[in-house]
């Protein structure tokens, strides 16, 4: 009996030493590093860590001896580093500085290695093994921004190829052939629009955005790293917000996912808890109240946001003015407020427009409360009310200028 006792207990703490233990909470703070390397024919030059967001700010120096570096010391918190390895000009030594971004936490080991020299000395190729998962997926990430610009690059050089093949083209059509010389001009200027759109683009961004989605970065303290290149926005809120929820526990405290919390949470609190449209009361250029209530019963109403000092109100409003009898065959309302500190101000711009009475001049009081309640910073805005409730279904709604208005604003519709 005494065995078979001696047995279990023997067996329950064998058991008990080589189960994994568990991951331990990354809450920012002090970190210790040590960054070990080999590096060929560079004896003496430089090796340094300098901060990911400010150059100026370098830490911890060594140099290589005997083909070997160690690179070891305190940082006041984990994060994206960058190795540097210089070589300064010498006698036989070409310079060059090799930079290498790294993310650097605590319980991790780095190891550097070249992997391709050029001209004798120079690195052109160099990598970290390392045991951080973070590490890792920087690298990775890195390659996938690098990727989506080669991607976007070709885009647009083949976009580029095509506008010069077409402007071959156009020198080759003669009279009688006013059709195909029209479809080659608006091929060139659609082709020259889509290069512009994809130029714009942030090849960081979207790659940001495929990244902190992936169920395997779960763990990855790049996955909050990542949120500061993401626009939050009200139709994207809650995927984020999801993502962040679904993060492993041993980072949910750490500052990189508390401050993308933060960013999140502060746009999912501007749209869920977004006050109605106010019931004010300003008065039109006749001394005439405005009354809410009378359009409770149209589908949606428009509330063009404007000021006579704005130079695009001046190009938009009188668009806007332009639809409103279509507008109002869709039971869409339009009321203008004016921002204007001046009654005269006001009263001179809406001649100038052509406004009609449902054009009114708002206090300051509304006018504060409409501004920062609605996040409004430039003008024209357009704030797309439901009647009945008063409720702000849309805060961006579409400018009245733009060819595709109309559409946006019947699929609106569609969904009331």
Known sequence: MKKYLFCILLITGLLSCTSKPKDKPKTGGVIKYKITGKVDFNEGQQV??????NQLQQFQKTTIQNGI??????????GIYELIVRADKGEGIKPFKYVLPVFLENDCTYDF???????KNIIQEAAIKTTSQASNDLFAFNKAVEGKQAELKQKINSLSNERNQLNELLLTLGPGQDAAYGRAVDRMHAAQAESRTLAALDPKIEASAS???????RASLMTPYLFRFITIREDNYAK??????SLEPVIQQHPLTLAAREKVDRVKDFYENMPAFPDITPRNVQGDSLHLSRFNKDKLLIVAIWSSKDRFSKMDIPELLRKESQLKALAVPVIYLSVEKQFEEWQ??????????????LNVTDKDFIINNYNITQFPAYLWVNPATLKVVNIRGADPATPEFMTTLKKELQKM
Not at 69 to 78: M, N, R
Not at 211 to 217: D, G, Q, T, Y
Request: aromatic share 12%.
């Open 48 to 53: 340094y860590l300098q901060n990911h967001e």
């Open 69 to 78: 570096f160690e690179l070891e010391g305190e940082l006041a918190s984990d």
């Open 348 to 361: 001179k711009g809406s001649k100038t427009l052509g406004m009609g009475l449902n054009n009114y001049l």
């Open 240 to 245: 984020y917000a999801a993502v962040l929820d």
């Open 211 to 217: 990244f902190v989605v992936n169920p395997a970065h």
């Open 113 to 119: 290695e070249v992997i391709r020299y050029k001209d």
